[in-house]
């Protein structure tokens, strides 16, 4: 096979730890597109190797969060009935099961002179790096052991001595990155580390098992964050001992905040899990994440999966950090909110408004009075077009649920004065009382009829408007009042609208 016939193989190769960032998403999404796009296959591999780090059930949660968003492999780490087992020709992925695949490597990389056995031990590295701190020298290994004869090595072993194995990088040099995300990016040699590849508890380090996985599981792209380039030059010298082809690189800009400060996984809210917690639709993290750093260069803005993976080019990758913009993450849900039908998105809204409280049962409200499906569909209907995210109905609508409680004072407009709010109120009642049920058809029938009312009496909109609403939400901004009578008219017919203005009426008194 010539290089341009090679299948595009792409993976996403992240350590289980527990949850998966926003941009580990991101990684993973332009990793899978890029495959897709060019019809090729794309791994799930598990970079386990940092035992100290292993976090039970890591993995299941990471397996289910990356499916359940959409994003399917081929080939990797698959869960199924409860058991971690591996899909595809290239396994194990998960890189604990690959120890020997591992030593066997290191072993050849030391016997063709391009690794060696290091053992320096912990104390001795520890002053190495002070003393090279307080010559304010960077700090890396002196390559000691470098130089130790066939005949040293052995008698160390003889020893039990620990050890572990380090690259030997070339001393002169340069070694160049040829990224397509960032262009080309030069390294000289002499500034690398002898990197440990091997640890003595018989483990891989990272740069060590990159490199052996990306090349065994043919690797053609190597899609990850940009915080990897400094390691990249020692996993091309690595390909370059093992006389390997050496993959593509694309290296992925940061996420930043709005003060482009660098998005960190300890500022809390930036997994995965929350935001599908949170009532974010799945729809519109894909398509925000895929806009970080992906520049279409078209006007199109809403994309779903397929037509990401029909469009998606690394070549459009900027190299600028994206700014993770909540506000505009808001943006599409609420977009992909109003395009789902009101029965959906009672479904969806229904475990917030029970873990709040608002409804206690499926049929019943916090007060105890029964709900119907037509009543939470109104409800959605004149809230949607606002609404960002679900985990918000709660305090959006509780007043549908329960009495709302609210200051007096909010009932009077500010153009208007107590006795005037108090007669007008009593003058709704009278006029809602004679009502008959088909006034409320529809928003627009209740308020042709409150207008007519509005004319007849010579009232002014803001005296009357604004103590129904209040009267009826309890809130300073909410629905119209045309809204509100025809939403809780469906919930509950007339007594519950009228008893709201009785209530209003007696806190005035
Ligand atoms: N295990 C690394 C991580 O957690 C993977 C880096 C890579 O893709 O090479 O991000």
Redesign the pocket.
Known sequence: MTETTKKIRT?????P?GFLHVG?LR?ALFAYLWAKHNGGDFLLRI?DTDQARFIDGAIEKLVSVLTGMGIVYDEGVVVESGEILDKGDHGPYLQSNRLEIYQKYSKELVEAGHAYYCFCDEQRLTELRKEQEALKQPTRYDRKCRSLSKEEVQNNFDNAMAYVIRQAIPEEGQTTIHDLVYGDIVWENKLLDDQVLMKSDGFPT?HLA?VID?HLMEISH????EE?IPSTPKHILLYKSFGWEQPQFAHLPLLLNKDRSKLSKRQGDVSVEDFLAKGYLKEALINFVALLGWNPKTDQEIFNLQELIEQFELSKVNKSGPIFDIEKLDWFNNLYIRKMSNAEIVTAVLPFLKADGLIVDELQSKNGKKITQEFLESIIEIEKERMKKFSEIGERTAYFFEQPKYNPELLIWKKANLVQTKENLSNLIDFIQNLSDSDFNSVLEIETKVKEFIAQNNLDNGSVLWPLRVALSGLEKSPSPFELLYVLFIGYGKFEILQRIEIALKLLT
């Open positions: 993976r996403f190769a992240p350590s730890t580990g990684t970079e990272y990159v990306d190597v899609i990850r964050g990897w």
